[in-house]
């Protein structure tokens, strides 16, 4: 199929899940934060099910033909796998700067990290029982763990990048053991650290992604827009992920406007386009979608192309999801035809 449609990973939680102007209020978080749930815990896991089919089926419906769980059962992108490690002090956190340059509490690493048993393949389980179609999941990238803790431990942040990847790698192995179609790095902090991630971004990366038996990719962005409102008009950190040993490529170019032609390094490499702007919640026509498709295909063929939002979906309306997913539908239709 041409022109396959996909969310970067998350989709709106209800707002009887969690409390969404708290979420919305606070920078996402790297320590746990249960205060952000409605239910009480002992109905949380039930009410996050009840809420991951709701996912599952909207993506249906809005006709996506590769679908995520949505991550609804995480309060941010990386601390629900990122807290599940161990050799982490997380009731006496450390600090660290957002990539906004704010402080933000983060776990502090105390001894050896690794990953004591699976963290998502119980939720990439449910995916794969509640939909037929191609299934994509989503794990936290270990150079941007690496970024997100204070480390007290290792005294080198290559040594510390590497042992996330070796937590990462057994995760990656589980997921496509348990019915993973697509496993995606989230690497946001290789477009904010550039420096660092030149040194040993690309190497973190591929040990993570060592012997996968399925199709990787790796997403890195601007940060959400809700919360990161300026956007540069270029990538910091993108065609050295030409030495990544990922299938797929995950970048935003509608809120910034992007220069697709830096997508012309990345030969090889399918690329996810994102064509939805999350900082506006007005939805997109399907015509401006398929125009900012057609930007990018004088650099990349159209085989390698996959339709997807610019970030995660988190922090925007459910109404808007879902008409921005059906724009998306819409114009990987028009692509199709020519």
Not at 269 to 276: D, N
Not at 312 to 322: F, L, Q
Request: net charge negative; proline share 7%; hydrophobic share 40%.
């Amino acid at each position: 199929m041409l022109f396959p449609t996909t969310l970067v990973g998350s989709f709106p939680q209800p707002e009887w899940l969690i409390d969404r102007a708290k979420l919305a209020g606070r920078f996402p978080p790297r320590v746990r934060a249960k205060e952000l749930w409605r239910p009480a815990p002992e109905h949380l896991a039930r009410a996050q099910d009840d809420a991951t089919l709701l996912a599952i089926r909207a993506q249906e419906d809005a006709g996506l033909d590769i679908l995520t769980d949505g991550e609804i059962r995480r309060e941010s992108y990386s601390n629900h796998f990122a807290t599940a490690l161990i050799g982490l002090d997380l009731d006496n956190p450390g600090e660290a700067l957002d990539r906004s340059g704010h402080p933000n509490p983060v776990p502090r690493v105390v001894g050896d990290v690794s990953r004591p048993r699976p963290v998502q393949v119980a939720d990439l389980r449910f995916l794969r029982e509640h939909t037929k179609g191609t299934i994509k999941i989503t794990v936290p990238g270990p150079f941007t763990m690496s970024q997100q803790a204070q480390d007290d431990h290792y005294g080198n942040p290559e040594d510390l990048a590497y042992a996330y990847a070796d937590a990462v790698n057994a995760e990656v192995h589980d997921l496509f053991a348990a019915g993973a179609d697509i496993v995606q790095l989230d690497e946001p902090y290789l477009q904010a650290r550039p420096e660092p991630a030149r040194a040993y971004g690309v190497k973190a990366i591929n040990r993570a992604l060592a012997g996968a038996t399925g199709t990787t990719a790796v997403h890195l962005c601007f940060g959400y827009a809700a919360i990161i409102h300026e956007r540069p008009s270029g990538y910091s950190f993108l065609p050295e992920l030409a030495d990544c040993s990922c299938d797929q490529v995950s970048i935003e170019t509608a809120q910034s406007n992007l220069d697709t032609s830096v997508l012309k390094h990345l030969t090889g490499k399918t690329i996810m386009l994102g064509v939805i702007d999350l900082s506006d919640h007005a939805v997109e026509s399907v015509d401006t979608v398929v125009d900012r498709v057609r930007r990018a295909l004088p650099h990349v063929a159209p085989e390698k192309v996959v339709i997807a939002t610019d970030c995660g979906m988190k922090y925007i309306p459910w109404e808007s999801a879902v008409g921005k997913m059906r724009a998306m539908s819409g114009a990987a239709e028009v692509l199709r035809r020519g």
